[in-house]
């Protein structure tokens, strides 16, 4: 309940303007309660950016898990970052928003979060293209990711039915982005892969 008070808060008004008393009064405690668990505002915001990054991973490695095929995990793992993103938008904004990467400390979470992403793209790709080639690919696809979804974020609000009713993902103008840019980095993928082996046709 704090944690996601916290997440709510901290992204309606920023890392400066949120107090520890809006917090707590939001998640109906007292301050000194949340100093039980945090000593400062700063240690309860780096708790959070984590634990989202922690929670995004996951949601991403969940959906690729039981998959054989390397094509297969990739679009999964495109598809699994956008529910993310249409399921706990909140959370996306506040990690990935312009605020956080003001700060030093904070940015240097953010950018691990970044790179860990990266790496799950990385193994998706062909084992053939040399490391630093693919992983420099997998860091361009994840900020293609990113910055796709903050502008879904940033043009479309809670996409709803006619009767009010928030539509599933798989429904939803996010799942058409997911999917269309799944499509357009895979297609180039393979056409990195076919250009390797035409230069080493041992590969």
Avoid: C
């Avoid at 979060?113 to 998706?124: F, G, L, Y």
């Amino acid at each position: 309940m704090l944690v996601e008070v916290a997440i709510q808060t901290f992204s309606r008004k920023g890392y400066h303007d949120t107090t520890m008393e809006e917090v707590a009064l939001g998640a109906g405690i007292t301050k000194p309660v949340i100093y039980q668990h945090f000593r400062s505002k700063q240690e309860l915001y780096i708790a959070i950016l984590s634990q989202v990054g922690e929670d995004m991973i996951a949601a991403l490695s969940s959906a690729t898990a039981t998959v054989d095929s390397s094509e297969e995990r990739f679009r999964r793992g495109i598809g699994a970052y956008f529910r993310f993103v249409y399921d706990h938008r909140t959370a996306f904004e506040l990690i990935f928003g312009s605020g956080p990467r003001r700060d030093p400390e904070f940015r240097t979470i953010i950018a691990g979060v970044e790179e860990r992403i990266a790496n799950n793209i990385t193994s998706e790709l062909d084992r053939q293209l040399a490391g630093d080639h693919r992983h420099l690919i997998a860091s361009g696809v994840q900020a293609l990711a990113e910055g796709l979804a903050r502008r879904y974020i940033r043009e479309h609000s809670r996409e709803l039915d006619s009767d009010g009713i928030e539509l599933p993902f798989d429904e939803s103008i996010a799942a058409q982005w997911s999917n269309q840019l799944a499509e357009l980095i895979w297609i180039g993928v393979r056409g990195i892969q076919q250009r390797v082996r035409f230069r080493d046709p041992d590969l």
